[in-house]
């Protein structure tokens, strides 16, 4: 029998005579890895420190909901095409999330579906009425715009530039890319 949230996450083993007790599945970890159990896929960039103050809250939060699978964008190892292709550049340049369907949301809707996610829908209700939709999106707009800035971090196309130089290096230092 599996019990939780209705993802399995609970497991009880009954046997005649004895007490019954849950099983933790753990096969899932913190959520960088293991199978595809999750509702949605959180894209972030790791190198931002106010966006990992959210990704942390979301991670705490989801320790109890084990829907997310973050994926950092700034890692070597990121891959677009684990990723539904968006590439680094498009995904730096607003908030993405994929949702166990594939299906890609971005900027006000990616925040929404996170946040249903950990049993915090009720913050971004409002913005599925559309007039308030595009209010929030306006707002968000200007904070992606400028977020690297606002952070202390140069434009996106000097972190472009300095990212592709890092690759080359890695590249030629070695006869083989790392990347």
């Not at 800035?149 to 083989?176: F, H, S, Y």
Request: net charge neutral.
């Amino acid at each position: 029998m599996l019990l939780g949230s209705g993802f399995g996450y609970y497991s009880m083993r009954a046997v005649h005579g004895a007490s019954v007790e849950p099983v933790v599945n753990e096969k899932r970890g913190d959520g960088e890895e293991g199978s595809h159990d999750w509702k949605v896929k959180m894209l972030y960039d790791g190198d931002c420190p106010l966006c990992m103050r959210e990704v942390n809250m979301l991670r705490e939060r989801d320790k109890q909901y084990r829907a997310i699978k973050f994926v950092d964008i700034s890692s070597e190892e990121y891959l677009p095409e684990d990723n539904q292709g968006l590439d680094y550049k498009t995904a730096m340049g607003r908030i993405h999330a994929i949702l166990s369907d594939g299906t890609v949301v971005r900027d006000v809707e990616a925040f929404r579906k996170l946040y249903e996610a950990v049993g915090l829908g009720w913050i971004y209700a409002i913005t599925k009425y559309k007039p308030i939709a595009t209010i929030a999106n306006a707002v968000y707009g200007v904070w992606a715009k400028y977020r690297l800035q606002i952070t202390g971090r140069p434009p996106l196309e000097e972190v472009l530039e300095l990212r592709r130089k890092n690759k080359e290096d890695a590249c030629n230092d070695k006869n083989t890319c790392k990347m």
